[in-house]
């Protein structure tokens, strides 16, 4: 079962214009949601998790339960944020909490 | 502090050979692990993980076995290699318990069969 969705495998966009990375997940009960990032010749990492409510490098992602949804946003795109860009969902099963990754989205920041 | 080792980085292996890629983590113990396989195109998709010593699930059937033989240490093998086993393979550990919060990945190792 598709877990998590990133429709988009690819999104270009000048420096100084604004991001959205979407992401649906399918999840009737309160997950965990992340955003992860692989730059280039990088191992993967996270960059924000939804229960941090926070913004880590100009990003912010809010949780949507009613769309389920987690999309990413930054204002103002930076060259540096060309990258891959997963999100990810976390759920308690049994006795262990499951990780699961959409299939990522290709951001690549134009000059 | 935390730290995860993959080896060997790259790996080139003809079919029908055997593989064992091996995962080492520090600084922890009792983490949960897991192994994933990164396709372009496919995202990251979740082969086995662990909660235990000797405690392995896998997600998918599939050509390739997991073991734990150490608390910190998640190896992933295969008896006879076939072409479709190439690719990206991505180990990570998560803290143990109910293993919540995020996923800490090592450096991946790249395996082509020719």
């Known amino acids: 079962a598709q877990r998590v969705t990133q429709p988009e495998k690819l999104l270009s966009v000048f420096k100084g214009a604004p991001v959205e990375l979407k992401c649906n997940y399918s999840y009737s009960g309160s997950p965990e949601l992340f955003w992860y990032v692989q730059y280039s010749r990088q191992r993967l990492q996270l960059l924000l998790r939804?229960?941090s409510r926070e913004s880590i490098k100009g990003f912010t992602a809010d949780l949507n339960k009613g769309e389920t949804s987690f999309h990413l946003k930054k204002p103002f795109a930076q060259e540096e944020d060309s990258a891959m860009y997963y999100c990810a969902l976390s759920f308690p099963s049994y006795n262990f909490n499951k990780f699961y990754f959409g299939s990522g989205t290709k951001l690549n920041v134009k000059p | 502090s935390q730290t995860i080792h993959q080896w060997p980085a790259t790996l080139v292996q003809p079919v029908g050979s055997p593989l064992s890629l091996e995962c080492t983590v520090e600084?922890?113990?009792?983490?949960?692990l897991y192994w994933y396989r990164q396709a372009a195109g496919r995202g990251l998709q979740l082969l086995f993980y662990s909660v235990g010593i000797g405690q392995i699930s896998s997600e998918v059937p599939q050509n390739l076995s997991a073991s734990r033989p150490q608390d910190r240490q998640f190896i992933l093998s295969s008896k006879k290699l076939l072409l479709s086993d190439s690719g990206f393979y991505l180990c990570?550990?998560?803290?143990?318990?109910?293993?919540?919060?995020?996923?800490?990945f090592g450096e991946g190792s790249r395996l082509t069969v020719l």
């Open positions: 600084g922890t113990s009792n983490p949960n």
């Open positions: 990570a550990w998560r803290w143990g318990g109910m293993g919540t919060g995020e996923l800490f």
């Open positions: 939804h229960i």
